[in-house]
């Protein structure tokens, strides 16, 4: 037992010495290991300035240039429709669409007729008379010359108004028989037919709407902030604006219109102070077969040309940082370098800027998570369809 109690104390001090010994022993660090530095790769697109064609986009509802409502001014039943006069069918200026039945009003102007006959021999009588007035006058031989109601002037008078009168009557006569047979009041499509066949109207009573087909119109709305960079006729003498219209459905395939704007209105809305010009469509139902036809009432996108800014740099909207604000790279070495710009007018895609580069500068278009100002780049090769792709998004033709 003694000896056990000293030789565990002996081996305790032997082993915290070895310890003691490994723990003192100097430790090497590990070498830190070199790693190549990671630079920012990025597109570039070379800036140029050039000439940019704004295109303001609007959209607006087609609607006729007259819409007319048909009446006959005229009572009597209706004996005839004529095929011009269906819903959605042309006609042609004064062509008939319908007729009433024509008999009273042909025994109405057989009686005018009558009557001015009548007139006119009361008339013929009545200057026989005068005349032989005047003959008895001089005969008796008096110097004095002789009275009105002598001369029958008063009686001659008469007759020359019944006969006013019933030429009045006798040219009413003609017109409402005339008005028998309702006649378009110019070149147009029908809207819709209100009354049938056997029909009794009256000279108030609608027989359809009926709309010019001429032209049509479409009413565009343009923002205060895009009224600068558009030059608007005031009434139709000024040079119309060009219009390129296109169907809202948004088809791959859809058809599309050639307009001008040829005046505008003369207040702004209300609620959106927004400026309606009012463009012109030629042939919109494409009778002349140069266009796709068009519906009333069809909902339109347009694109409305405006100026065109010379010597502007065009940049892409994907190269936008935050609040007007890109990423320029600078050579010799690539670093990427923040820069605030003020664009003077912009779309879905494209930012348009007038000064604030020199030609020739590069634009990073890469989407950048984690840049700051002053880091390296790697410049890499931008496609050459999405070079071409910027360059072509807008195109700038000279004027």
Not at 88 to 97: H, M, N, T, W, Y
Not at 180 to 188: D, Q, S, W
Request: aromatic share 6%.
């Amino acid at each position: 037992m003694i000896f056990t109690r000293v030789i565990a104390p002996l081996c305790i001090l032997a082993l915290g010495g070895g310890a003691w010994y490994y723990l003192g022993r100097p430790v090497e660090k590990p070498k830190p290991m070199s790693l190549p530095e990671q630079l920012i790769k990025t597109e570039v697109l070379e800036l140029q300035p050039r000439d940019y064609q704004v295109m303001i986009e609007s959209q607006g509802t087609v609607r006729a240039h007259y819409v007319t409502t048909i009446t006959p001014l005229v009572s009597g039943t209706v004996t005839v429709l004529h095929p011009s006069f269906e819903d959605g069918a042309f006609f042609e200026k004064d062509e008939v669409l319908a007729e009433l039945d024509p008999a009273d009003f042909e025994a109405a102007l057989a009686s005018a007729e009558a009557r001015l006959a009548r007139a006119e021999a009361a008339l013929s009588q009545e200057q026989a008379r005068a005349k032989q007035a005047r003959l008895n006058w001089n005969d008796i031989g008096y110097d004095e010359e002789p009275s009105e109601l002598v001369l029958r002037v008063p009686q001659l008078k008469e007759a020359e108004a019944s006969v006013k009168a019933a030429t009045a009557d006798l040219d009413q006569a003609k017109r409402n028989l005339e008005r028998t047979k309702i006649k378009a009041p110019f070149e147009g499509r029908v809207k819709a037919r209100l009354i049938g066949l056997g029909q009794a109207v009256g000279g108030s009573t609608p027989l359809g709407e009926v709309f010019a087909s001429d032209y049509a119109e479409i009413r565009l709305p343009i923002s205060p902030s895009q009224l600068s960079f558009v030059r608007l006729p005031i009434d139709e003498a000024d040079t119309p604006v060009p219009v390129t219209l296109t169907d809202a459905s948004g088809a791959a395939n859809a058809d599309s219109w050639q307009a001008n704007i040829v005046r505008t209105e003369g207040t702004l809305d209300d609620a959106t102070r927004e400026l309606f010009v009012i463009a012109r469509i030629e042939d919109p139902f494409g009778r002349d077969k140069k266009s796709p036809s068009l519906r009333i009432g069809q909902p339109l996108r347009g694109q409305i040309q405006g100026v065109l800014m010379e010597d502007v740099y065009v940049l892409p909207r994907k190269a936008l940082r935050g609040v007007n604000r890109v990423y320029m790279i600078e050579e010799n070495p690539p670093l990427l370098m923040r820069r605030s710009i003020l664009p003077v007018w912009s779309t879905a895609t494209e930012l348009v800027v007038n000064d604030g580069f020199t030609p020739g500068e590069k634009l990073s278009i890469s989407s950048l998570a984690y840049a700051v100002d002053g880091a390296r780049v790697e410049v890499i090769a931008t496609p050459v369809e999405a070079v071409s792709e910027e360059q072509t998004a807008v195109p700038a033709p000279k004027s």
